[in-house]
């Protein structure tokens, strides 16, 4: 049996324009943290936290163009993982 070649090739601007969304995406959440939102702000920065992870295991991490199952698995993993943080953070506002 031969085994497939798994290979695929990103363009450099790809890589240019996910790394400038970080960048962007850090500075704001940077700005964030200065605005006054009350409970929010820490929700606010968690969300972009959120994004910019997904930018990297998608584009840098080279999910996007794997196999779908491991792309689930991850999904699954940040679903069960926001559950756990909303929960926590519902506690803590309404305790």
């Given at each position: 049996m031969e085994k497939e070649a798994h290979t695929h090739i990103v363009k450099y601007?790809?890589?240019?324009?996910?790394?400038?969304a970080l960048l962007f995406m850090t500075f704001l959440s940077v700005a964030v943290t200065?605005?006054?939102?009350?409970?929010?702000t820490v929700s606010a920065a968690l969300?972009?936290?959120s994004i910019k992870s997904i930018l990297v295991l998608l584009i840098f991490m080279h999910l996007k163009f794997d196999k779908k199952f491991y792309g689930i698995m991850?999904?699954?993993?940040f679903i069960l993982l926001?559950?756990?943080i909303i929960v926590t953070f519902l506690d803590y506002l309404y305790r």
């Amino acid at each position: 049996m031969e085994k497939e070649a798994h290979t695929h090739i990103v363009k450099y601007s790809t890589y240019i324009y996910v790394l400038i969304a970080l960048l962007f995406m850090t500075f704001l959440s940077v700005a964030v943290t200065g605005i006054e939102l009350g409970p929010y702000t820490v929700s606010a920065a968690l969300l972009l936290a959120s994004i910019k992870s997904i930018l990297v295991l998608l584009i840098f991490m080279h999910l996007k163009f794997d196999k779908k199952f491991y792309g689930i698995m991850v999904a699954s993993v940040f679903i069960l993982l926001a559950c756990v943080i909303i929960v926590t953070f519902l506690d803590y506002l309404y305790r």
